[in-house]
């Protein structure tokens, strides 16, 4: 691919450009298994047209080549969508979509580096993904809150019966979403920032 | 492949590694210069004609803030290149860096109280 002459770069839309005042930005990572809804969420509640962008990967061959005795390397560029809140006039929030599974993980050092917490999106109808993904979180000591976003036909579990499954502590809160919804995809946000402020709140009394 | 196989994730329009190199040097890091995701950049001074067109690119985008990442979606340049090229930038003070609140003051009740207004009124 052609880079872009720099005529040919088509900034924000003149709704989307941000005033000079804004000083500080944070972020927050959806993060879920392929066909979750991290985009719809993301572009649900977000202020902006979704934007994507891409990092690439490089990965070592299976195997060795015959001809060479070099270890193939494929290089694979993955997307991450993303888009934007106002907050107020000094303050936006980012958040970034990004793929569960273990083999994207290496886009979590940039991503989770400083962001206030992270959402994990969870399909009933495939518990595995969550597992992996929460308990990385766990690891890295993001705090994050379960979202379940109910799909036709998937199966409905009490609450309690998930964080068992997902084996979550009493704390971490989980709550029901339809990302295509804006107001739930909001709320969703807000579990999240209430649930940080509880940590927060914790954190100054210790 | 069936249904929920697909990767939608993976784009084969890759940025040609041999502009990669030129734009870069063959550098790979950012130096000192810690940028994030949601690093605000603005740009200082107009382009220069004798700049690379990604930087005068860059610089044209940034007359208001931008965060790296819309940057990078902008430009249709890859995160890790746009950090390279701001890097320079930032060195020759051609853009100014906005940096994300430190990880030290997170969490932050105030900080998350301002978020839960904003997102209150959307
Ligand atoms: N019923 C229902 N469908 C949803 C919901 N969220 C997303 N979908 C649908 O599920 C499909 C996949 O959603 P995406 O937002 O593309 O999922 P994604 O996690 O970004 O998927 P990949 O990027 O492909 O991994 C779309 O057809 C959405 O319309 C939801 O909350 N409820
Ligand atoms: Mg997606």
Redesign the pocket.
Known sequence: MDFKSSDAVVGPRSEDILPSSVSTAVKVVIV?G???????LVGSVSEIRPLTTEETMTQAGVGVDDNTGVERKSETTVAMDFGRISINDELVLYLF?T?GQQRFWFLWNGLFEGALGAVVLVDTRRLEVSFDVIGRLEERGVPFVVAI????GAPGYPVEELRAALDLPDNVPIVD????KRDSSRDVLMALMRYLYSLAVKTEAS | MSEGDHE??VDENEYDPGRMYVVTGGRTGTGKAALDLVTLIVATSEPQPTIQPEAAGILRLCESPLSVAEISAYTDLPISLVMVILADLLKDEHVEARAPVPKALLPERALIEAVMHGLQKL
């Open positions: 879920g392929f066909g979750v809804g991290k985009t719809t979509g793929p976003n109910t799909f036709a979403c339809d990302a295509r | 939608p994730g």
